[in-house]
Structures are given as C-alpha cells and as structure tokens.
C-alpha cells in the first residue's frame, strides 16, 4: 500500500511562504479526495485543505485566502501553497485521503513561522 511522502517545509519568516509537495503511493489516488492536514505541538491534527479527483477545493476558515491546494493526477501529486503564513501555522503538516488510511501516514514535514 505504501505511504505518503511530504516535502517542502522549512523554517519561514512570518508573512513568507513555503510550498509542500506529496508523493502518493499507487495510481488509484488520481480518482479520490485528497487532503492536507497538520498537527501543532500539543494539539490534535486538524484538516487545513481537501481536492477532488476533478480539483474542487475546501479550506480550513483559517487558512482560507491564504492557502492553495493543487493536485496533478499524472504525476501522482498532491501540493500545498502556503503564502501570508503566521505563526499559528507552525506544525507539521502531512497529506493523506479525506477518508484517511491510517496505515499510509507518512513522516510530515515540518513548517515553522518565526521571525
């Protein structure tokens, strides 16, 4: 079945932006809603975005202007532009389905905000 592989985080000024990139395992995923998560120190992990399979998108109301989910099916991909970040998006963000496979939770990559 295999995991999802993150990439792309750093550390960022606040007001700086960072763009996060999933590998997905399998071909299969081109056809379900994917989605962006991210878990904070001390805190649960919490849906930022979702895509369909034809790329309508849903946003936390926390991110939303702020964040841009994308997705390119035949690279099996799934990415995150993140700009205007704060410091409250500091966490570690992973990808997965909207129905999550627990199993194919991959290591995140972590996005710190700090000036």
């Known amino acids: 079945q295999g995991q999802f592989v993150e990439s792309g985080g750093g550390l960022v000024q606040p007001g700086g932006s960072l763009r996060l990139s999933c590998a997905a395992p399998?071909?299969?995923?081109?056809?379900?809603?994917m989605a962006w998560y991210r878990q904070a120190p001390g805190k649960q992990r919490e849906l930022v975005a979702d895509?369909?399979?034809?790329?309508?998108?849903n946003y936390a109301e926390s991110v939303k202007g702020r964040f841009t989910i994308s997705r390119d099916n035949a690279k099996n991909m799934v990415y995150l532009q993140m700009n205007s970040l704060k410091p409250e998006d500091t966490a570690v963000y992973y990808c997965?389905?909207?129905?999550?496979?627990?199993?194919?939770w991959g290591q995140g990559t972590q996005v710190t905000v700090s000036s």
């Open positions: 895509i369909t399979g034809i790329s309508t998108t």
């Open positions: 997965n389905f909207r129905a999550v496979v627990r199993s194919m």
């Open positions: 399998g071909s299969a995923f081109r056809f379900v809603t």
